[in-house]
């Protein structure tokens, strides 16, 4: 698909027009990122009973995944700015195709870590940061809402593969299911091309004939080169530490990343072990995505509004009390009816920190700087990302129960909320006490300056 004409692009780029048909694709996109390390959780028991492995090496697939669509963030936003989004998300799906279709043939925990870890988490991550880009680039007014709309993405994919997923594995075992699932992952290719890019206006300087190379001054290859240099660079900009708001944003994103995928990859073995039937267990991350689907696109209409949008960062600090507080609570459910009452607040908690955590990075850090921030931020995460899940399930193979990994991220996730709300007072408090001295400075300066103009002009006289 062939991008439209600048200037019918640059008149339609913001807010609406082909930015649908955009947010469209990222839905696809994310909807593949954030759902399958999750849904994958239904294959661990049958891989961990193939190939001998303990509760804690395999969760590591999941962990070693996710980590990797973290870390690879900055290259996949250095790739998205040379190449831009549809280029880079084209080539997501396939290395994620690739990636199931050759871990279906694996024989060992290592080589699952290798290609569904490493090698689709690196597809995913150029799909994720891809697919935020370019909603940033074509929505400003809407953008809670088209990032609603696209994060809700992953929801929808839970809720429908958890259950394919059970079939698959039913049906073909869990070396088939793999096979079947990346012939289906290929479909982020089609979501790729409908990222068509954004082309400002055709200014006078930039429509005037490109010279040839060979008629290009000396010095131009080696300008242009320590251009490209430079834009890369920016990507991993480290001034962001400079920025207080950046760094209290940070902290607690890592804490609530560290406890926000154990629960869903051990649910289903939660509730096999609590005695419920395995298609029942299965359809509890489909309860979970099903709400998760709604409150996404919910939330961020309700971020957009004049009374939370200016608010926002406390918005999301109450989304993640009230993930976590779900967490604690799960221990003390036995029966399945509880266990489904649990999947619908937990779809609930996390649907709305999904829906604000990349737009409370975008608030703080603003369209210009969110792909620099974002590269940064997932990098960082994908530490707490490799550790979360494999530390729960240490727990597990520890104590023999599963409730010590839910009480475990249930704190830490609410201790996370609790200092995001704390320190963001703290933030805004100092920014205006930054502000009135800022302004008084300058109120300060312009009466000297006044006070030194009468002199001049009493000295003229």
């Avoid at 294959?43 to 395999?58: C, H, M, P, R, V």
């Amino acid at each position: 698909m062939s991008p439209a004409p600048a200037d019918e692009m640059g008149s339609t780029a913001l807010d609406g027009g082909w930015g649908w048909m955009v947010v469209v694709g990222a839905h696809i996109s994310i909807g593949f990122a954030y759902s399958t390390p999750k849904v994958l959780s239904i294959f661990f028991k049958e891989i961990q009973d193939d190939l001998g492995a303990s509760y804690s090496e395999i969760a590591l697939i999941s962990s070693v995944m996710l980590a990797a669509m973290y870390a690879g963030g900055p290259v996949s936003s250095v790739l998205v700015n040379r190449f831009g989004s549809r280029p880079v998300v084209i080539m997501g799906g396939l290395m994620c195709g690739l990636s199931m279709v050759t871990a279906s043939f694996g024989s060992s925990i290592i080589y699952l870590y290798l290609c569904i870890g490493i090698i689709g988490g690196c597809g995913l991550a150029l799909n994720l940061n891809a697919s935020l880009t370019i909603i940033s680039k074509y929505f400003l007014a809407r953008r809670p809402l088209a990032n609603g709309l696209a994060m809700a993405g992953s929801p929808v994919f839970l809720c429908v593969m958890a259950p394919v997923n059970q079939y698959l594995l039913n049906q073909f075992g869990w070396r088939g299911s793999l096979l079947v699932l990346g012939g289906v992952m290929l479909n982020c290719c089609v979501a790729g091309a409908l990222m068509r890019p954004v082309t400002p206006p055709c200014k006078p300087p930039s429509c005037t004939p490109e010279k040839k190379v060979e008629e290009q001054p000396n010095g131009y290859n080696t300008e242009r080169k320590g251009s490209c240099l430079k834009s890369s660079k920016k990507f991993l900009d480290l001034s962001f530490f400079k920025d207080r708001g950046f760094v209290i944003y940070l902290i607690g994103n890592m804490m609530f990343i560290f406890g926000a995928y154990a629960p869903i990859v051990f649910l289903s073995a939660y509730a096999v072990n609590q005695g419920v039937e395995k298609y029942s267990a299965a359809y509890l991350l489909s309860i979970m995505g099903f709400v998760d689907m709604f409150v996404r696109p919910g939330t961020g209409l309700v971020a957009n509004s004049k009374w939370i949008r200016p608010r926002i960062q406390y918005f999301f600090s109450f989304a993640m009390v009230f993930n976590g507080v779900c967490h604690l609570l799960c221990p003390l459910i036995t029966s399945y009816p509880f266990l489904v009452l649990y999947a619908v607040f937990f779809g609930v908690g996390f649907g709305m920190v999904f829906a604000l955590i990349f737009e409370c990075l975008m608030d703080l850090m603003g369209n210009q700087r969110f792909p620099s921030a974002v590269g940064l931020v997932t990098i960082i995460e994908c530490f707490p990302m490799l550790l979360g899940p494999p530390t729960a399930g240490f727990l597990v193979d520890v104590f023999g129960d599963y409730k010590y990994l839910f009480y475990m991220c249930g704190t830490v996730i609410v201790a996370g909320g609790v200092f995001l709300f704390v320190m963001n007072i703290y933030n805004y408090h100092m920014l205006d006490k930054e502000k009135a001295a800022k302004d008084g400075g300058v109120s300060q300066k312009s009466t000297e300056n006044q006070e030194q103009a009468s002199l001049s002009a009493m000295e003229m006289k």
